[in-house]
């Protein structure tokens, strides 16, 4: 079983406080890592697709940043409000084509 | 639009039944999946297909099996339903061997074993 890791599992913050989640994913075998913001009741959306180490995206006020050589990626949000409320997951892709999902960070933005 | 649809929202099938979970989508991608998503173990891949007829087992298949006799169609089957069998089923799209891609998901089917 391919380990994808998540930290932290839940976040409570207030709005328009900053904060950010780490994903650990094994450095081997690299294709691609992917971000997506999971709202209740809806499907899974993709955030970011990263592919190259030194990788950065950006969209609005969420931006992420990939290290292939140590296996691990960063998502940010900038001044959350309460839309940010989400799971963000994180996803490893290796060259076997299969999608590997970490646990999800949970972000609840207080009002 | 893209859609990944499946058949089911909500589903409650008794102990032993023998569950078909059914996924359709529009993309003509080549690679579809099965997840299942449990509070605190995230979405864990129970199998996977690259192509028809082809299939892959993920990290959960005990109890499972698959159909992909077309391309857009991918099925999960629970040969005999049990009640640990309860929980929420995505599946999911891509297109194969393609860096740039993501992962478009249905909308997901609540299964409870009674």
């Given amino acids: 079983i391919l380990n994808v890791e998540q930290s932290p599992q839940s976040l409570h913050v207030q709005e328009g406080d900053s904060t950010n989640f780490t994903c ?62 989400a799971t963000y997951l994180c996803a490893f892709i290796g060259t076997g084509n299969q999608f590997y999902f970490g646990t999800g960070t949970s972000l609840t933005v207080i009002p | 639009d893209v859609k990944v649809t499946q058949s089911s929202r909500y589903l409650v099938k008794r102990t032993g039944e023998k569950v078909f979970l059914e996924c359709v989508q529009d993309m003509d991608h080549e690679n579809m999946f099965w997840y299942r998503q449990d509070p605190g173990l995230g979405l864990r891949l129970i199998y996977f297909s690259y192509d028809v007829k082809m299939k892959e087992k993920g990290d959960i298949p005990e109890g499972y099996s698959v ?21 929420m089923y995505l599946c999911a799209s891509s297109l194969y061997a393609s860096r740039g891609t993501e992962a478009f998901f249905g909308q997901g089917t609540r299964l409870t074993v009674v």
């Fill in chain 1, 24 to 85: 650990s994913f094994p450095s081997s075998n690299f294709y691609a890592l992917h971000w997506y913001r999971w709202e209740t009741a809806k499907s899974p959306e993709a955030l970011f697709v990263m592919t190259l180490n030194g990788d950065e995206k950006k969209k609005g006020r969420i931006s992420a940043t990939l290290n292939t050589k140590e296996g691990y990626s960063y998502l940010y949000i900038k001044g959350s409000q309460p839309e940010d409320s």
């Fill in chain 2, 67 to 87: 159909s992909r006799e077309k391309k857009e169609r991918f099925s999960l089957i629970l040969e005999s339903a049990s009640t640990n069998q309860t929980s």
